[in-house]
Every structure is written in structure tokens, then in C-alpha cells.
């Protein structure tokens, strides 16, 4: 985006605004919602103009150069961030329109609508048969394109949603196919499964013979695209299929968890069935794969769990042995990965996940062939080729970093999470042991062990009684590490 004829200097403030709806359950029915983003960035004008690609947000809803900050920052209309920015109304606008505001100071300088279309030169082509349907879009010019399957999440799939991921990734020289392996009725997508329970990994065999057949695929190169269960799905498939080369698995799993949808609001009485004996994600070969059981839900209990990230993790840790044998080994798979996570993952952990398939704690080892970014708060840890044992190694002598959280709980409660480091397996799924050597009032001196490895800590409470440090005091490895905790309270109640 750019806008011309400004002063230099001049400050202008840039809008999005995005609407569209989303599938909600409201009063025991699935039904359509509106939502509406904003998002916001201020530019310095330079040469008379300002362009979003070139130039840095000095404030927003995003910082720094991102020539997609304005789309991907957006926040509802009553985060504070967006509302005491002078927030526009766009009262004309209706869903799938995103309109761009421009603003000087308490001026308006233009407004309008942000238009995409799908480029020239590609075909464009529906499919569906042999259990799956999809959208497979690839160019035009004569040549043979490396294949990309896509996988959506467990949202299931919509005909709208796979044209719009094939055609994007066909417009990079991509033979794209968007795969629908489940989708709900709310879909309207026949031919295809309205459960996600025991879904054959044999499927995406069945699309790769499809693309195959076409004239712009060049099906000896292979790589697969998943996002949550379609993440999933990359990784058990890539264990199995030596022909997938690459997979991108965004916001993955580690393990199989149970499936789901056998008796889902969102389908009709006549697509809804009893729960089978095995409730699997996965079947391969006819046979469902070992899974994690989750605990059940009732969203009208939301209070239950802190968010569906603790109800997951729980389940976990109901039955290790269980979760044992759900662990997808990548490390067996050929394919190169590209592990994508979130650190504050609401849904599922994303980011640990994405940790521990990039290092199996199993085999002790890692897997030599994926890299693991993950997404925080304070910026991005990119992982490679080595455990996370040596993460120590890569960060530079004297390296500071900072970071604060607000916590649901008292100072005397988290201070006493913060003094038991005995406890710290029960809420640190990396964690497997701690073996407390030392213990005495106002020190504990430890060992924790994380898969293979073990470091020895030193933990102190230090000025008063809500202040803590801890040392990295094993005297064999090649890097130490010191942690200032700092807890205090945000009102009288003292909750942090």
C-alpha cells in the first residue's frame, strides 16, 4: 500500500478494516457471527510518500517493517489499543471487504476497499472422488510444477476455502491441490466423510495419484502443507510416505489425539452416529492409530479450563503411557520439515509441541532434517539441527533478554509454585524429573532432567520474599544461564 503527495515528515496513520464471519454455537445452533478486525500502524512519510513494504510501523498494532502487519494485527473494536487510537467507522462495509483508512492527525486523507483477485494464466479445477474433494489450481505455461498439498485444520473443509489456499499457492509456481478430507454438512460438500474419526492417511495417497494425472504437476517432486489437524495428518503421513519430500506443519502436534464429529451439532441427525470403539484421529491400513483420549468438554462450562491449550495437556498427562505410544516419530520420516508454533497457543501447545517433534526426547536424539520456529511474546526461537540441550551454544556471550506476564492468582500462590521446583513435572510437560539435592530455607539446589539431559539449578529467593534467582550451576557444560523472577502485585488483592 502506498500513498503519495505527503510532506516529509508527515506522520499518517494507516487502517484496516476487515469483516467476515465465523461458525459460533449459540443457544445449542451453529450459526454465522459477524467480526470485524481492526488494525492499525503509523509511518513517517519520506520523498513525499509512504509504502507499507519499504517502510517500518514506529507504532501500531504492529511494530516494524511487515508488509502484511496491517492484515494479520487486526484486534476487536474494544481492545484498548484499537479503541483510544481513533478508531474509524466503516458503517457501509459488509463481510469479506477489508477497507483502508488513511488519517493525519484528526484529518481524513482517503479511504478505500482492498481488492484481491485470482491472477491470470492458471487453471482452475474442482474435484471429488475416491473419498476426498478439493481444489487443484496450477499455471498455465507449458511447464511441469513442483506438487503442493494442502491440508486444512479442524475446521474441516469448505469448497471457497480450498480454491482460495490452491489459487494462492498456484500464483508461486506451484501445482496446488487443496484437499477436503472431513467436512460438516454446514459445508454441503458430499462424497466426503462428515467426521474426522479414523480418517485413512490413505487419502492423501489418493490425491497425489489425482495430481499426478495432470498436465502441469510434476508429482516426482512432492511436498505437503497442514495447519492444527492438517499438521497433523503431514506428519503421520511423511512417517509412512517416502514420496512426500517437504512438509510445513503450522501450529502442529506432536502426537495423534483423539478424533471427533460422530456426533457434532453441525451435521444432520442422519450424519451423526454413536461413538466407535476406537476414536482415533488416524487409521492406517485399516487400523485406527494409538491416540490421546481427551477429557470431555461442555461449553457451557467454559470455566472448566483455562483454555483448551490446558484442557489438551491434561489429557496428556491422564495417561503417559498412553501419550507414549501417540507420539508421531518424524524422525522416521524422509521428508524435510518446517515446524511452526505458537508460544501462547490458546487451542493446543503448538509451540512445545513443535519443540518436541523437532527434538525427540524418545530416541534422545534430533531430527537433523526439520527446523522449529516458534512465535512468543518477545520475539522468535528458531531451531535447527541439534537439541535443544545446545540452544546455549547459539545465544551470545552476555545475551539479556526481558519479559513480563500477568497471572490469574496471588503472590503467595505463584511464589510457592515458583519455591516447589519438586512439582514442576505436573505443569512442564518438557520436565520428566526433579531431583532435589539441597533444600533449606530461602535456597533449593536441583537437577532437571529433560529428555537425555540434565542441568543442575540453584534457586534463591533474594530482596524480600517475592524476588528469586536462578543459576545454572552444572560445572560441565559449555554455557550457564541466570533467571531474575520478579513477582509483584497489580491491585490490593494482590492477584499478579
Given at each position: 500500500?502506498?500513498?503519495?503527495?505527503?510532506?516529509?515528515g508527515?506522520?499518517v496513520?494507516?487502517?484496516?478494516i476487515?469483516?467476515?464471519?465465523?461458525w459460533?454455537?449459540?443457544?445449542?445452533?451453529?450459526?454465522?457471527?459477524?467480526?470485524t478486525?481492526y488494525?492499525?500502524?503509523?509511518?513517517?512519510?519520506?520523498?513525499?510518500?509512504?509504502?507499507?513494504?519499504?517502510m517500518?510501523?514506529?507504532?501500531?498494532t504492529?511494530?516494524g517493517?511487515d508488509?502484511?502487519?496491517?492484515?494479520?494485527?487486526?484486534?476487536?473494536?474494544d481492545?484498548?489499543?484499537?479503541?483510544?487510537?481513533?478508531?474509524p467507522?466503516?458503517?457501509?462495509?459488509?463481510?469479506?471487504?477489508t477497507?483502508?483508512?488513511?488519517?493525519?492527525?484528526?484529518?481524513?486523507?482517503?479511504?478505500?476497499?482492498?481488492?484481491?483477485?485470482?491472477?491470470?494464466g492458471?487453471?482452475?479445477?474442482?474435484?471429488?472422488?475416491?473419498?476426498i474433494?478439493?481444489?487443484?489450481?496450477?499455471p498455465?505455461?507449458?511447464k511441469?510444477?513442483p506438487?503442493?498439498?494442502?491440508?486444512?485444520?479442524?475446521?474441516?473443509?469448505s469448497?471457497?476455502?480450498?480454491?482460495?489456499?490452491?489459487?494462492?499457492?498456484?500464483?508461486?509456481?506451484y501445482a496446488a491441490?487443496?484437499v477436503?478430507?472431513?467436512?460438516?454438512?454446514?459445508?454441503?460438500?458430499?462424497?466426503?466423510s462428515?467426521?474426522?474419526?479414523n480418517?485413512?492417511?490413505?487419502?492423501l495417497?489418493?490425491?497425489?495419484?489425482?495430481?499426478?494425472?495432470?498436465?502441469?504437476a510434476?508429482?516426482?517432486?512432492i511436498?505437503?502443507?497442514?495447519?492444527?489437524?492438517?499438521?497433523?495428518?503431514?506428519?503421520?503421513?511423511?512417517?509412512?510416505?517416502?514420496?512426500?519430500?517437504?512438509?510445513?506443519?503450522?501450529?502442529?502436534?506432536?502426537?495423534?489425539?483423539?478424533?471427533?464429529?460422530?456426533?457434532?451439532?453441525?451435521?444432520?441427525?442422519?450424519?451423526?452416529?454413536?461413538a466407535?470403539e476406537?476414536?482415533?484421529?488416524?487409521?492406517?491400513?485399516?487400523?485406527?492409530?494409538?491416540?490421546?483420549?481427551?477429557?470431555?468438554?461442555d461449553?457451557?462450562?467454559?470455566?472448566?479450563?483455562?483454555?483448551?491449550?490446558?484442557r489438551?495437556?491434561r489429557s496428556?498427562?491422564?495417561?503417559?503411557k498412553?501419550?507414549?505410544?501417540?507420539?508421531?516419530?518424524?524422525?522416521?520420516?524422509?521428508?524435510?520439515?518446517?515446524?511452526?508454533?505458537?508460544?501462547?497457543d490458546?487451542?493446543?501447545?503448538?509451540?512445545?509441541?513443535?519443540?518436541?517433534?523437532?527434538c525427540?526426547?524418545?530416541?534422545?536424539?534430533c531430527?537433523?532434517?526439520?527446523?522449529?520456529?516458534?512465535?512468543?511474546?518477545?520475539?522468535?526461537?528458531?531451531?535447527t539441527?541439534?537439541?535443544?540441550?545446545?540452544?546455549?551454544?547459539?545465544?551470545?556471550?552476555?545475551?539479556?533478554?526481558?519479559?513480563?506476564?500477568?497471572?490469574?492468582g496471588?503472590?503467595?500462590?505463584?511464589?510457592?509454585?515458583?519455591?516447589?521446583?519438586?512439582?514442576?513435572?505436573?505443569?512442564?510437560?518438557?520436565?520428566?524429573?526433579?531431583?532435589?539435592?539441597?533444600?533449606?530455607?530461602?535456597?533449593?539446589?536441583?537437577?532437571?532432567?529433560?529428555?537425555g539431559?540434565?542441568?543442575?539449578?540453584d534457586?534463591?529467593?533474594?530482596?524480600?520474599?517475592?524476588r528469586?534467582?536462578?543459576?545454572?550451576?552444572?560445572?560441565?557444560?559449555?554455557f550457564?544461564?541466570?533467571?531474575?523472577?520478579g513477582?509483584?502485585?497489580?491491585?490490593?488483592?494482590?492477584?499478579l
Amino acid at each position: 500500500m502506498q500513498i503519495t503527495g505527503l510532506a516529509d515528515g508527515q506522520v499518517v496513520r494507516l487502517w484496516t478494516i476487515r469483516n467476515f464471519t465465523k461458525w459460533q454455537e449459540v443457544e445449542a445452533r451453529w450459526v454465522e457471527v459477524p467480526v470485524t478486525l481492526y488494525a492499525w500502524a503509523d509511518f513517517v512519510a519520506a520523498k513525499g510518500r509512504v509504502d507499507t513494504t519499504a517502510m517500518p510501523s514506529i507504532q501500531g498494532t504492529y511494530r516494524g517493517q511487515d508488509p502484511y502487519g496491517l492484515m494479520w494485527s487486526g484486534r476487536t473494536s474494544d481492545d484498548p489499543l484499537v479503541a483510544n487510537a481513533g478508531m474509524p467507522v466503516a458503517s457501509d462495509s459488509r463481510p469479506g471487504e477489508t477497507f483502508i483508512v488513511a488519517q493525519s492527525g484528526t484529518t481524513e486523507l482517503a479511504r478505500g476497499t482492498l481488492s484481491s483477485r485470482e491472477p491470470a494464466g492458471l487453471r482452475v479445477v474442482g474435484m471429488n472422488e475416491g473419498g476426498i474433494a478439493g481444489v487443484y489450481a496450477a499455471p498455465t505455461d507449458g511447464k511441469a510444477h513442483p506438487v503442493v498439498l494442502l491440508l486444512h485444520g479442524s475446521e474441516g473443509g469448505s469448497r471457497d476455502g480450498a480454491r482460495e489456499l490452491a489459487v494462492r499457492y498456484a500464483a508461486q509456481g506451484y501445482a496446488a491441490f487443496a484437499v477436503i478430507y472431513f467436512a460438516y454438512d454446514l459445508a454441503g460438500i458430499s462424497g466426503v466423510s462428515h467426521q474426522h474419526v479414523n480418517t485413512p492417511i490413505e487419502l492423501l495417497d489418493t490425491a497425489r495419484h489425482w495430481v499426478a494425472d495432470q498436465p502441469e504437476a510434476d508429482a516426482s517432486r512432492i511436498g505437503v502443507y497442514g495447519h492444527s489437524k492438517g499438521a497433523e495428518f503431514a506428519a503421520v503421513a511423511a512417517v509412512r510416505y517416502p514420496w512426500i519430500d517437504a512438509v510445513v506443519a503450522c501450529v502442529p502436534t506432536d502426537v495423534v489425539w483423539e478424533g471427533y464429529g460422530f456426533d457434532d451439532e453441525r451435521n444432520r441427525p442422519e450424519n451423526r452416529s454413536a461413538a466407535p470403539e476406537q476414536v482415533s484421529s488416524w487409521s492406517w491400513r485399516g487400523e485406527p492409530l494409538p491416540y490421546i483420549k481427551l477429557r470431555p468438554f461442555d461449553w457451557r462450562q467454559p470455566q472448566e479450563y483455562f483454555n483448551n491449550t490446558e484442557r489438551y495437556e491434561r489429557s496428556r498427562n491422564d495417561d503417559p503411557k498412553r501419550a507414549e505410544r501417540a507420539v508421531i516419530p518424524i524422525e522416521q520420516s524422509e521428508a524435510k520439515f518446517l515446524l511452526l508454533g505458537g508460544e501462547k497457543d490458546e487451542v493446543w501447545a503448538s509451540g512445545a509441541m513443535a519443540l518436541t517433534q523437532w527434538c525427540n526426547e524418545g530416541q534422545k536424539g534430533c531430527c537433523m532434517n526439520s527446523w522449529s520456529i516458534v512465535l512468543g511474546a518477545t520475539g522468535v526461537l528458531v531451531l535447527t539441527g541439534a537439541c535443544v540441550y545446545v540452544a546455549g551454544l547459539a545465544l551470545p556471550e552476555g545475551h539479556i533478554a526481558e519479559r513480563s506476564r500477568e497471572v490469574r492468582g496471588t503472590v503467595a500462590h505463584v511464589s510457592e509454585r515458583v519455591r516447589r521446583v519438586q512439582a514442576q513435572p505436573q505443569w512442564r510437560r518438557e520436565v520428566t524429573r526433579i531431583e532435589v539435592q539441597e533444600d533449606e530455607p530461602g535456597r533449593v539446589r536441583y537437577v532437571e532432567y529433560t529428555g537425555g539431559d540434565a542441568i543442575a539449578f540453584d534457586l534463591r529467593e533474594s530482596e524480600g520474599r517475592w524476588r528469586f534467582e536462578s543459576r545454572i550451576v552444572s560445572p560441565d557444560l559449555p554455557f550457564g544461564g541466570r533467571w531474575m523472577i520478579g513477582l509483584d502485585a497489580i491491585d490490593e488483592a494482590q492477584p499478579l
